[in-house]
């Protein structure tokens, strides 16, 4: 039975359940509604995990519930990327000047248990497996779920759609007329395969994101407790070297082949793997605003989805439980004031994520094999260590602090407009000196 005075959170997965911790220490009752059966005591969906890149911003989030420790334990730090040419040998790139600060690969299946495991276990929590949302009154809480058992009706004080980026919240006030949205879908996919261990090992170095770029596309691979890979393909939907394009074992051996001859001897299962796994849509999802009437809203992907390549997608969620905790605390748990103070807080920082994941789409596809973009790396580093603190890169500030995301922005423009500027004053100082020694 529900409970009027309930906050009904719909959606289980990373953000739906770290924000049924966050409410029920606040002494708040919660529902929390999922579409799924307890993926606790299922299997995964085969070819859709991604493992998660959980940085400082994420683990920021689990400090506050006491989380960190235990995610942590089966986390593999990552301290840089390992570039993987067609030809030649793979280069390490620290992720920061010393060398020592890392982002995380970890199961986002683990990572959903255990905060399944502790958002059950918190007093006034209920969870409601098998629940598929199909009916919304933004204005009185009434919901309809679809289960095995029939429609099932439900009613809350606030509803939260924390259902991702399909969201079936977001929907649901869309019809309303409450909001409005755009999605705007890359002409990229993404599919999984598998590196399994090697007579018991890791194959690749486990201390690092191992990147394949070509150009038009790439591969990522990040390691697993058990001591595989899960890779990554991102390629174009269409066109030459596309997903449409490779279907026959002998095409898909050939490709691989010609261009990642390090992965075949790696992957006994690619090609069974290639022709099993989904590929997946990679977009942006953008709506205002994220709430209606101060009673239904939006958090996490369901507002503001953003593509992968930075690593940030669950990090940033994350950042906007802790920020609506502190709204209601700021608010006096005055939900019509902190939906729309989560919003006007929230909004810069999760449009300038979104627009830095697609500008870093673009570098690691197309860039970091460079020489010149890993010269210009290690002179970023040297400023790095000459200017401490006062110089950071975007990728430092990005995944190892707290500064929102639109400070980060505005941040870097100012660094760079700084190393401009010195740049044009060493170039008319040295151009004066020449210009004096040929006057004597």
Do not use: C
């Given at each position: 039975m529900s409970d009027p005075d309930e906050v009904a959170v719909v959606g289980a997965g990373l953000a739906g359940c770290l924000l049924a911790c966050f409410l029920a220490r606040r002494g708040l009752p919660v529902a929390l509604y999922e579409r799924r059966p307890d993926p606790?005591?299922?299997?995964?969906?085969?070819?859709r995990s991604i493992n998660l890149a959980l940085s400082?911003?994420?683990?920021?989030?689990?400090?506050?519930?006491?989380?960190?420790?235990?995610?942590m334990a089966e986390a593999l730090p990552m301290r840089g990327r390992v570039i993987h040419p067609v030809k030649g040998e793979p280069d390490f790139q620290p992720y920061s000047h010393d060398g020592a600060r890392a982002i995380n690969s970890i199961s986002r299946g683990a990572l959903n248990n255990a905060?399944?495991?502790?958002?059950?276990?918190?007093?006034?929590?209920?969870?409601?497996f098998g629940h598929r949302l199909t009916e919304l009154d933004p204005k009185t809480g009434e919901m309809t779920f679809d289960t095995e058992g029939g429609p099932v009706r439900a009613c809350a004080a606030v509803v939260i759609g924390a259902d991702g980026a399909g969201s079936a919240v977001r929907a649901q006030l869309l019809a309303h007329g409450g909001l409005t949205e755009s999605l705007d879908v890359l002409d990229y996919g993404y599919k999984e395969l598998t590196i399994p261990p090697l007579d018991g090992e890791f194959a690749l170095a486990p201390d690092a994101l191992h990147i394949w770029p070509r150009g038009t596309s790439m591969m990522i691979a990040l390691p697993n407790p058990d001591r595989s890979f899960t890779c990554t393909l991102?390629?174009?939907?269409?066109?030459?070297?596309?997903?449409?394009?490779?279907?026959d074992p002998a095409a898909i051996e050939g490709h691989f082949a010609a261009h990642y001859p390090d992965l075949g001897p790696l992957a006994p299962t690619l090609v069974e793997d290639y022709r099993r796994n989904p590929v997946g849509t990679l977009g942006t999802v953008r709506c205002r605003p994220w709430q209606v009437n101060g009673t239904a809203g939006l958090i996490g992907d369901a507002a503001h989805a953003i593509v992968p390549f930075y690593g940030q997608g669950a990090n940033c969620a994350f950042e906007d439980v802790v920020e609506l905790d502190r709204c209601l605390a700021e608010t006096g748990g005055d939900w019509t004031a902190a939906l729309p103070l989560l919003e006007a807080r929230r909004a810069d920082n999760t449009e300038a994520i979104a627009r830095m994941a697609l500008a870093n789409f673009v570098e690691m596809r197309d860039k970091v094999a460079s020489p010149m973009f890993q010269l210009g790396?290690?002179?970023?580093?040297?400023?790095?260590?000459?200017?401490?603190?006062?110089?950071?890169?975007?990728y430092e500030l990005v995944s190892f602090s707290t500064?929102?995301?639109a400070e980060v922005a505005r941040r870097v423009r100012r660094q760079?407009?700084?190393?401009?500027?010195?740049?044009?004053?060493?170039?008319?100082?040295?151009?004066?000196?020449?210009?004096?020694?040929?006057?004597?």
């Open positions: 606790r005591t299922g299997t995964a969906e085969r070819g400082e911003r994420g683990l920021d989030a689990l400090r506050r519930v006491g989380l960190d420790r235990q995610v905060l399944l495991d502790a958002a059950a276990a918190l007093p006034g929590v209920r969870i409601a991102f390629w174009p939907t269409s066109g030459t070297g596309s997903f449409a394009s490779l279907g790396k290690k002179a970023e580093h040297l400023l790095e260590r000459a200017l401490p603190g006062r110089y950071v890169s975007r500064v929102p995301y760079h407009r700084m190393l401009g500027a010195g740049a044009l004053a060493l170039a008319v100082s040295a151009a004066a000196f020449v210009l004096l020694r040929r006057n004597r």
